[in-house]
């Protein structure tokens, strides 16, 4: 392994962390919503569990999902429904005003949040699998496996955490807020979309 091939790992990581999906809808409404110190431990959430798919395909998790494609289809299925959770509370306080809504949740279960809804997206090990494929020699050392997943998480929280400073911004915030109502709705219609399909594809295996 050589530094071309975690650099080529980083760009891949950058594309998909800039991706629309369940993880940028989550931080960017958790981050307008409920402000920069949800949004930071939200970001760290999603960062960690993000770069835990990526050492567990290092450890062969994916073989596992092949092997046992129920144990996929369960982890998806629980996602689906975590998703699908998220997706009603938000259409729910999509009218609370945001200073009621963060004062009654604060800061607690940010970071467990962010985790939960990167582990509601198992196919993210296969992804992660696939690039390290690509990328990596096919036998790597313990020492080398650390350091790809500490490079995954600095890469996630470096990101993820320069994104909340930009939502967190006074301008966006404010434009936020002017359309609160109408854009939690929408984000709550494409995270059931994207909750129903991850049910789907969890009735299919």
Do not use: C
């Amino acid at each position: 392994m050589d530094w071309s091939s975690l650099a080529a790992f980083n760009l891949a990581l950058l594309v998909a962390i800039a991706s629309p999906g369940p993880s940028f809808l989550f931080l960017t409404r958790q981050t307008l919503a409920r402000g920069r110190a949800v949004g930071l431990r939200t970001a760290l959430g999603l960062g960690t569990m993000a770069a835990l798919w990526t050492l567990m395909a290092l450890l062969g998790l994916d073989r596992l999902f092949a092997v046992f494609p129920w144990v996929y289809g369960v982890m998806t299925l629980g996602g689906a429904i975590y998703l699908i959770s998220i997706a009603v509370r938000t259409w729910r306080n999509a009218e609370v005003p945001v200073d009621d809504e963060a004062a009654q949740r604060g800061t607690q279960g940010a970071f467990l949040s962010g985790m939960l809804v990167n582990l509601a997206n198992p196919k993210s090990v296969f992804f992660s699998a696939a690039v390290l494929l690509v990328i990596f020699p096919p036998v790597l050392t313990p020492v080398q496996s650390g350091v790809i997943f500490l490079n995954h998480l600095a890469v996630e929280a470096a990101v993820q955490s320069s994104l909340v400073y930009v939502l967190s911004g006074t301008a966006i915030k404010a434009r936020y807020l002017s359309l609160k109502s109408r854009l939690d709705r929408l984000a709550a219609l494409v995270l059931g979309a994207l909750g129903l399909r991850l049910l789907l594809s969890s009735a299919e295996r």
